[in-house]
T-cell receptor, first 114, second 114 residues
Framework: AQTVTQSQPEMSVQEAETVTLSCTYD???????LFWYKQPPSRQMILVIR??????QNATENRFSVNFQKAAKSFSLKISDSQLGDAAMYFC???????????FGKGTRLSVIA | KAGVTQTPRYLIKTRGQQVTLSCSPI?????VSWYQQTPGQGLQFLFE???????NKGNFPGRFSGRQFSNSRSEMNVSTLELGDSALYLC?????????????FGPGTRLTVT
């Protein structure tokens, strides 16, 4: 079974600074998808960024980018120019290619300090 | 386009009762997945419905059931509620295409069992 591990339960960052959230996963599959979801205090899960395993290029969405290391099974999220609105729980998630459920990590609570 | 909606948003039930939660997916989305979120276990997959058929099922007891209607709206039911069923129940919808698997989440239903 696939597992997703987020080793940092909590992190903090100064406003306008850069922070990196870590995620590792375990799978024997070669084709899969990886996601970062954000869950603010309002509880609505929001997709931040996605990465297809077959793509070597790291995904980028505005201030959010990933460092995808397939051999190391690592998928970290970098948030640049952190803003107060970035404060939330961040979940790393894995989905095997095809119609399979998301497997989530335990999450990292990010605080942004003004 | 309207997002995923869930009703009710909050619910308080007594142990032994049953409860039904509703989820309306984004228009055009045919897949609806349900997740349970608790502080201890994190996010766990319950089941997924696609075209009125349960396509995937997580490791939950038979007290948890669901269904999907022809308009893709889904309901989940929990019978004989236990204190441990207190959780945030999240619904997510997706197009469920063969090459993408992007899920969009609703705001959740907070269930409290007393």
């Amino acid at each position: 079974a696939q597992t997703v591990t987020q080793s940092q339960p909590e992190m903090s960052v100064q406003e306008a600074e850069t922070v990196t959230l870590s995620c590792t996963y375990d799978t024997s599959e070669s084709d899969y998808y990886l996601f970062w979801y954000k869950q603010p205090p309002s509880r609505q899960m929001i997709l931040v960024i996605r990465q297809e395993a077959y793509k070597q290029q790291n995904a980028t969405e505005n201030r959010f980018s990933v460092n995808f290391q397939k051999a190391a099974k690592s998928f970290s999220l970098k948030i640049s120019d952190s803003q107060l609105g970035d404060a939330a729980m961040y979940f790393c998630a894995f989905s095997q290619s095809g119609n399979t459920p998301l497997v989530f990590g335990k999450g990292t609570r990010l605080s942004v300090i003004a | 386009k309207a997002g995923v909606t869930q009703t009710p948003r909050y619910l308080i039930k007594t142990r032994g009762q049953q409860v039904t939660l509703s989820c309306s997916p984004i228009s055009g989305h045919r897949s609806v997945s349900w997740y349970q979120q608790t502080p201890g276990q994190g996010l766990q997959f319950l089941f997924e419905y696609f075209s009125e058929t349960q396509r995937n099922k997580g490791n939950f007891p038979g007290r948890f059931s669901g269904r999907q209607f022809s308009n893709s709206r889904s309901e989940m039911n929990v019978s004989t509620l236990e204190l441990g069923d207190s959780a945030l129940y999240l619904c997510a919808s997706s197009l469920a295409g063969r090459t993408t698997y992007e899920q969009y989440f609703g705001p959740g239903t907070r269930l409290t069992v007393t």
